[in-house]
């Protein structure tokens, strides 16, 4: 019997209605992520609001999804993994880009791979990212104020992709065709 509940706006708790039907609203569906997640309205709407401060940071569009798809894959969310896949096809991602960040190998592009490895820095070292590797992120181009961005960035994802594991979110229909697994992890879940 499963724990948690795929809550719709009418069985939701009252509290997370309002943000239910802002997503509905917004996306034109309910994810079933957002109905499982609205069990807790403050984690619902901590997320979706942190998630909303972290889209307006320094980093440019293609940046942020580097950081999420390097938490994504690092902490084995499928279903954030396939929505930010979607969401980079969307953007006319560089095929090899998005290829090399589902593999969790390097990117092609050597700005972009900087700033992939200083997020694994950021997530191994627990934010004590050793000199050498910050100097390296900001040799890449990056500012001082990037770095934090990142910190940002994983804080909003590890919200995620730790929420959406402990509920077992499945993917909805239209990312089933960016569904991914873990590698040695065989078939994907949909």
Not at 12 to 39: K, M, N, Q
Not at 57 to 86: I, Q
Not at 106 to 116: G, K, N, Q
Request: overall charge negative; charged content about 20%.
């Amino acid at each position: 019997m499963p724990v948690f509940t795929p809550h719709t706006a009418d069985t939701a708790p009252a509290a997370a209605r309002p943000t239910i039907e802002g997503v509905r609203r917004t996306l034109g569906h309910l994810p079933a992520a957002v109905g499982l997640l609205a069990e807790s309205p403050e984690l619902l709407k901590g997320f979706l609001t942190v998630n909303g401060i972290f889209e307006n940071c320094g980093l440019d569009p293609v940046e942020r999804e580097v950081v999420v798809l390097t938490v994504a894959t690092r902490n084995e969310c499928h279903l954030c993994v396939a929505m930010h896949t979607a969401t980079l096809t969307r953007r006319e991602a560089a095929p090899d880009l998005i290829a090399a960040l589902r593999a969790g190998t390097p990117l092609p592009d050597d700005r972009l791979e900087a700033l992939r490895r200083f997020t694994l820095a950021v997530l191994d070292r627990r934010g004590a990212v050793p000199d050498d590797d910050l100097a390296a992120f900001l040799a890449a181009g990056y500012q001082p104020r990037h770095a934090l961005d990142v910190v940002l960035g994983v804080g909003t994802y590890t919200i995620s992709t730790f929420a959406n594991r402990l509920v077992d979110a499945p993917l909805d229909p239209p990312l089933a065709p960016y569904a991914w697994e873990p590698a040695g992890h065989g078939v994907s879940r949909d």
